[in-house]
Nanobody, 120 residues
Framework: QVQLVESGGGLVQPGGSLRLSCAAS????????MAWYRQAPGKQRELVAS???????NSADSVKGRVTISRDNTKRTVYLQMNSLKPEDTAVYYC??????????????WGHGTQVTVSS
């Protein structure tokens, strides 16, 4: 059974940093490209960053240079380090394995996510 548990969100001032964590109970974790997504109020969920099994990373243009995605295969955990946060980064952040055919998540049962609010 797939279980995705995100944590680490919170309220931070513009320019601040947060580190998100995702504990992923999925089969063959090591073989999956893992990703972070976010959904802001009134907007569609979007891909933020992804990391392949070998550690190659990619990130959306809107966060490039400000986020670092990493993974610990022994712990089946994915991290998202976010720096220089902006108010437009405010959203609920989710993790999932990334589909091999699209930018969407592979698994339909998403976790609860973790709220990130950037505000002064």
């Amino acid at each position: 059974q797939v279980q995705l548990v995100e944590s680490g969100g919170g309220l931070v001032q513009p320019g601040g940093s947060l580190r998100l964590s995702c504990a992923a109970s999925i089969s063959f974790f090591n073989a999956n490209t893992m990703a972070w997504y976010r959904q802001a109020p009134g907007k569609q969920r979007e891909l933020v960053a992804s990391i392949t099994p070998s550690g190659s990373t990619n990130s959306a243009d809107s966060v490039k240079g400000r986020v670092t995605i990493s993974r610990d295969n022994t712990k089946r955990t994915v991290y998202l380090q976010m720096n220089s946060l902006k108010p437009e980064d405010t959203a609920v952040y989710y993790c999932n394995a990334k589909s091999s055919t699209s930018d969407d998540g592979r698994f339909g049962n998403w976790g609860h996510g973790t709220q990130v609010t950037v505000s002064s």
